[in-house]
């Protein structure tokens, strides 16, 4: 019995002995718990957590939250939306892991791209390292073998070679018309075309940006500098020579002045300096300023001046900060102010997508227009905006006019201007996925003659009905101060198609006049067709009629506008 427990006992050990040294079973790997089944797509960064989208822009490159690691390339063309519409291309330019920089002319902050990012790679099992020996083996191989030098013979990219040309034509026609008024309807056929950047020869390209404006129909009385039909407007026609192995930039005739704030044409030159990225410039600009309200060249007014640029930045995606800031310096004569010495400073500040900043400050001092004390503050800006989260996001704005002395007057100014101060703000938060509520309020302050105008209201927004296809909107302002009065609204945003875009609405307007309050209904209808990305057609109609208490039956009679349009873009 002793003998047959001890040969039990033996045999349970050695049965131990052989569970201890069997390896042990490997377990595959959990992929559905991790999320790494086959057909599955994970974001690559924490940018790709992000809607794909244009964190900020320079003059010449617009930079977004996708990147090699994404799937993207270099010479790939996305497709810009904004607010649901298509506005355009930009083509990849340097591609990094989880961020780009693309061009295109159109492309603003927060326009957003679809791109199918690369499914993530299953984890393998990588094979176990060679030992010792194996590894004296390879090196003694590699440094017996000799290398053979081969001299570069290609042309080495750069960005400072031409950029993609850029080709734009947009034709319409508008006619505005007041049932009783004698005058008769309005018309206006306008014509713009431009063609920038088209390269011609070493470095050389070519730029031009008119338009034309016929009157056809307007009233004897006309109120306007634009007295000769057909009126011709030349924005820029100007050479630009950037050679692609020299840091040199320089433009010459109706120049369209390229980061210099405070000034936007001259006839004349602009030569910069331009580090290989394009990130920094700096450089001079001479010549004629042309006629405000004309843009006809003219002797009576010039500039002359040094201005510099820079971009510097700091991380990417949702944790990337950009800094531009820009700024100018220069003697300028003009009919009105005379002649001064000008500085304007601006600056722009890009938190990702949460903050932006944009400000401007233009000062004048030592001539003939400058300020008794010496240095005048012409004109001030400032825009904040600032997404605290995906549902709550606020806005400042801010501009003070200082100069009194302009050449001409703005759109639809029939007084001199006079010192101001002009402010809004507003809050948006989203209640649910299907609706959201916005707060805003401005202040306009007019100095000399001491008016104030004030108004605060509330939107209601339904953003995504029938299937995200239609916005509608309801809101009310009240407007306080030297003018009382106050509307209502409600808006409406359809789009059945990814190429048609119908807007339509309704207001309600009242004026507290000295005769009493004034009364006033109107309807605005808009459709926008876009059925290739490079053609857009688009209509438009307003409708105003007043209901009661009017001074004069000219007045009261109901006004139409209509506006048709076509244009195509390259």
Known sequence: MRRTAALVSLALVGWAFSVEARPARQKKPALRGAGLTKSAKAPTSVAALEPAQVLYRTQELAFINRGASDGLKKGQALVLSRLGRKTGTCTVDTVNEHSASCQGPTAKVGDRFTLERKAVALPTVQPALPNEGELERRWQTATATPQVLIDFDGEEESALTTRRPYARVWAQHTTFAATASASGPFQVQQLDAALLELPVWNGLSVSADVAVWVYERRPVEFRSPLKGSPQLFVRELSVRWQPAQAPLVARVGRVRLYAVPGLQAVDGAQVGWRDREGRFEAG??????????????????????????????????????????????????????????????????????????????????????????????????????????????????????????????????????????????????????????????????????????????SELAFRTLLGGRLWAALGYQEEPGWLWGRTAYGQLQWRPGHAVNVTARGAWFQRALAGGWENEVGATAGLDVHPWRWLQLRASGFFRLPIGGSASSEARSPALMGTVGMGAEL
């Open 284 to 457: 001079g600009y001479a010549g004629l300023l042309p006629d405000a309200s004309t843009l006809l060249p003219t002797l009576s007014s010039w500039a002359v001046g040094a201005y510099g640029f820079g971009t510097f930045t700091n991380g990417e995606g949702t944790r990337g900060v950009w800094f531009q800031p820009r700024g100018r310096a220069g003697w300028t004569v003009r009919p009105v102010v005379g002649s001064r010495f000008e500085v304007s400073a601006a600056l722009g500040l890009w938190w990702a997508s949460h903050l932006s900043v944009l400000t401007q400050l233009d000062l004048s001092a030592l001539g003939n227009g400058a300020a008794e004390s010496g240095v005048g503050f012409d004109n001030a800006v400032a825009d904040i905006a600032l997404h605290a989260t995906s549902d709550l996001s606020f806005g400042i704005s801010g501009r003070y006019r200082g100069s009194t002395t302009v050449e001409a007057l703005p759109e639809g100014a029939v007084i001199p201007l006079t010192r101001s101060v002009h402010t809004s703000a507003w809050s948006s938060v989203v209640l649910s996925s299907l609706t959201s509520l916005r707060f805003f309020g401005g202040l306009a302050k007019e100095f000399a003659p001491n008016l104030l105008q004030a108004y605060v209201g």
